[in-house]
């Protein structure tokens, strides 16, 4: 059974950082795709970050650039995202998710991942 747990979320004020954690258990780590996404009440689910595989090939929501960092340690089965410079407007519920290999082209595309977490709580006080 694959499990996906986040850890790390909270309440910051703006301008703090956060590093968000996700342990995955139940699949070969090694061989999947590993997402961020978030979801703002009252929005759609928007991509943050991705990184395929090894984890040299991160990518990013293009707004998000420069102050989110993701990386993962396979040996840990475990995908990070460090935040920085956090704003009220990154206030959100953040998901991991993991996806069996897919072209590059659906990394942002929460259809391409077959597993998620059940999300953590970032909240941003301006």
């Known amino acids: 059974q694959v499990q996906l747990v986040e850890s790390g979320g909270g309440l910051v004020q703006a301008g703090d950082s956060l590093r968000l954690s996700c342990a995955a258990s139940?699949?070969?780590?090694?061989?999947?795709?590993m997402g961020w996404f978030r979801q703002a009440p009252g929005k759609e689910r928007e991509f943050v970050a991705a990184?395929?595989?090894?984890?040299?090939?991160?990518y990013y929501a293009d707004s998000l650039k420069g102050r989110f960092t993701i990386s993962r340690d396979n040996a840990a089965n475990t995908v990070y995202l460090q935040m920085n410079a956090l704003k009220a407007e990154d206030t959100a519920v953040y998901y991991c998710?993991?996806?069996?290999?897919?072209?590059?082209?659906?990394?942002?595309?929460?259809?391409?991942?077959?597993?998620w977490g059940q999300g953590t709580q970032v909240t941003v006080s301006s």
């Open positions: 139940g699949l070969t780590f090694s061989r999947y795709a």
């Open positions: 998710a993991a996806g069996r290999p897919f072209p590059s082209s659906g990394i942002s595309r929460g259809n391409q991942y077959d597993y």
């Open positions: 990184n395929r595989f090894s984890g040299n090939m991160p």
